[in-house]
């Protein structure tokens, strides 16, 4: 059985549903997981005039070691002018003794993601993730083309080969469709069945 963290960091509830979505992906590949978010690091004023969603089921990650516990990590977090957002970087940029000490090498890495507009970074995002997952040694599973959600365009939605994503608008006001669930569950699930495959 792999054992899989889903790590987010999520100001409007998006991405947390998102994670949701990824985690039942995986668990129904069989796989152990856990779901954690990285602390908010906004000043308070910020939180409460953006609006940011402040309750979530989902505990905060203990430390940056715990990260080798697992077999597989999929990060999500929501584009900040293309690239991942300064919480989810900050957490990443404490990683070095990890990276040192190789402990994260050959492990199963993944990505997702959400923007307001359909052309507002999540490939960039995406990328801005798994580069740091690359330079940990480890080996990426995005969002294959054996999902078919992603083909057409008969309605507005995310997904990209690198990985699952959805649109919120510029006021926050779309939420993840079935398609874009659907996109992270398969992504979850292939991360979990790829894991299984290197460490079952």
Known sequence: MAKVLVLYYSS??????????????????GAEVDIRRVAETAPQAVIEAA??????????IEN????????????????????MPSQMAAFL????????????NGKVGGA??????????QETTLFSIITNLL????????????FQGMVGVKEVHGGTPY?????????????????DLDGARYQGKRIAETAAKLFG
């Open 12 to 29: 409007y509830g998006h991405i947390e549903q998102m994670a949701d979505a990824v985690a039942e992906g995986a668990r129904s590949a």
């Open 51 to 60: 609006h940011f969603k402040t309750d979530t089921a989902h505990p905060v």
């Open 64 to 83: 940056v070691d715990k990260l080798a516990d697992y077999d597989a990590i999929v990060i999500g977090a929501p584009t900040r002018f293309g690239r």
């Open 93 to 104: 940029d404490t990683a070095g003794g990890l990276w040192f000490r190789g402990a994260l």
């Open 112 to 121: 997702f993601t959400s923007t307001a507009s359909q052309h507002g970074g």
């Open 135 to 146: 330079h940990f040694g480890m080996t990426i599973v995005g969002l294959d083309y054996g």
């Open 163 to 179: 990985g699952a994503s959805t649109l919120a608008d510029g006021d926050g006001s779309r939420q993840p469709s079935t398609v």
